[in-house]
Protein backbone atom coordinates (compact mmCIF):
# COMPACT_ATOMS: atom_id res chain seq x y z
CA UNK A 1 0.00 0.00 0.00
CA UNK A 2 1.15 3.52 -0.89
CA UNK A 3 1.00 6.51 1.45
CA UNK A 4 -0.87 9.33 0.53
CA UNK A 5 0.82 12.64 0.33
CA UNK A 6 -0.96 16.06 0.30
CA UNK A 7 1.81 18.76 -0.05
CA UNK A 8 -0.16 21.67 1.09
CA UNK A 9 -3.52 21.33 2.38
CA UNK A 10 -3.27 25.27 3.41
CA UNK A 11 -3.50 25.71 -0.09
CA UNK A 12 -5.28 22.31 -1.83
CA UNK A 13 -7.26 22.65 -4.71
CA UNK A 14 -11.14 21.26 -2.69
CA UNK A 15 -13.54 20.26 -4.45
CA UNK A 16 -16.39 23.13 -5.30
CA UNK A 17 -18.03 25.01 -2.95
CA UNK A 18 -21.95 24.51 -1.99
CA UNK A 19 -23.90 25.92 0.28
CA UNK A 20 -24.19 24.14 4.14
CA UNK A 21 -26.86 22.18 4.94
CA UNK A 22 -27.11 23.09 8.54
CA UNK A 23 -26.43 26.92 8.55
CA UNK A 24 -28.32 28.70 10.21
CA UNK A 25 -26.71 31.98 9.80
CA UNK A 26 -24.87 33.38 7.06
CA UNK A 27 -24.86 32.76 3.00
CA UNK A 28 -22.21 29.77 4.24
CA UNK A 29 -20.91 27.68 1.90
CA UNK A 30 -18.21 24.45 2.22
CA UNK A 31 -16.54 22.47 0.27
CA UNK A 32 -14.22 19.11 0.85
CA UNK A 33 -11.60 17.52 -0.59
CA UNK A 34 -11.78 13.30 0.62
CA UNK A 35 -7.90 12.00 0.74
CA UNK A 36 -8.91 9.03 2.11
CA UNK A 37 -11.34 6.22 2.87
CA UNK A 38 -10.70 3.05 4.81
CA UNK A 39 -11.77 -0.20 2.47
CA UNK A 40 -14.48 -0.76 5.21
CA UNK A 41 -15.82 3.04 4.93
CA UNK A 42 -15.36 3.11 8.95
CA UNK A 43 -12.41 5.82 8.65
CA UNK A 44 -11.80 8.98 5.96
CA UNK A 45 -9.67 12.07 5.93
CA UNK A 46 -9.73 14.85 4.17
CA UNK A 47 -9.85 18.73 4.19
CA UNK A 48 -12.43 21.13 4.48
CA UNK A 49 -13.24 24.54 4.51
CA UNK A 50 -16.07 26.82 5.39
CA UNK A 51 -16.95 30.15 5.03
CA UNK A 52 -18.19 32.45 8.06
CA UNK A 53 -21.91 32.25 9.85
CA UNK A 54 -23.04 29.70 12.24
CA UNK A 55 -24.39 25.91 11.57
CA UNK A 56 -24.85 23.41 13.58
CA UNK A 57 -22.87 20.26 13.89
CA UNK A 58 -23.74 16.43 15.51
CA UNK A 59 -21.24 13.64 15.90
CA UNK A 60 -23.87 10.75 15.80
CA UNK A 61 -21.76 7.36 15.86
CA UNK A 62 -18.38 8.70 14.92
CA UNK A 63 -15.66 10.39 16.16
CA UNK A 64 -13.58 13.79 14.84
CA UNK A 65 -10.46 15.02 14.89
CA UNK A 66 -9.18 18.33 12.99
CA UNK A 67 -6.78 20.65 12.77
CA UNK A 68 -7.07 24.25 11.84
CA UNK A 69 -5.07 25.29 9.43
CA UNK A 70 -6.57 29.23 8.75
CA UNK A 71 -9.18 31.50 9.97
CA UNK A 72 -10.99 31.17 13.39
CA UNK A 73 -14.13 29.69 14.94
CA UNK A 74 -15.96 29.51 18.02
CA UNK A 75 -17.08 25.85 18.56
CA UNK A 76 -20.72 25.76 21.04
CA UNK A 77 -21.16 22.54 22.92
CA UNK A 78 -24.86 21.40 23.62
CA UNK A 79 -24.04 22.43 27.13
CA UNK A 80 -23.01 25.79 26.03
CA UNK A 81 -18.87 25.55 26.76
CA UNK A 82 -17.53 27.92 24.42
CA UNK A 83 -13.60 27.73 23.00
CA UNK A 84 -12.12 30.01 20.58
CA UNK A 85 -10.23 27.89 18.01
CA UNK A 86 -7.77 29.30 15.28
CA UNK A 87 -4.49 28.25 13.11
CA UNK A 88 -2.47 25.57 14.71
CA UNK A 89 -5.81 24.43 17.26
CA UNK A 90 -6.79 20.53 17.60
CA UNK A 91 -10.47 19.99 17.93
CA UNK A 92 -11.87 16.56 18.84
CA UNK A 93 -14.98 16.04 18.98
CA UNK A 94 -16.34 12.24 20.38
CA UNK A 95 -19.02 10.42 19.07
CA UNK A 96 -22.68 12.24 20.43
CA UNK A 97 -20.83 15.34 20.71
CA UNK A 98 -23.53 18.10 19.73
CA UNK A 99 -23.28 21.67 19.32
CA UNK A 100 -22.79 25.14 16.85
CA UNK A 101 -19.45 25.93 14.57
CA UNK A 102 -19.70 30.15 14.97
CA UNK A 103 -17.12 30.77 11.66
CA UNK A 104 -15.89 34.71 12.23
CA UNK A 105 -13.08 34.14 9.20
CA UNK A 106 -13.12 31.34 6.51
CA UNK A 107 -12.11 28.18 8.03
CA UNK A 108 -9.99 25.20 7.21
CA UNK A 109 -9.26 22.28 8.56
CA UNK A 110 -7.34 18.42 7.90
CA UNK A 111 -10.24 15.84 9.76
CA UNK A 112 -10.08 12.31 10.48
CA UNK A 113 -13.18 10.59 10.85
CA UNK A 114 -14.04 7.18 12.66
CA UNK A 115 -17.05 5.51 12.60
CA UNK A 116 -18.19 3.08 15.77
Request: one cysteine or more.
Given at each position: ?9 STAVLGPAAPKPTSVE??QREATLAVWTSEDGRT ?73
Amino acid sequence: MTSIVVPDASTAVLGPAAPKPTSVEGDQREATLAVWTSEDGRTSAGVWECTPGRFTAVRDGYHEICQILSGRVTVVSADGTEQEAGPGSTLVMPAGWRGEWRVQETVRKTYVTTRL
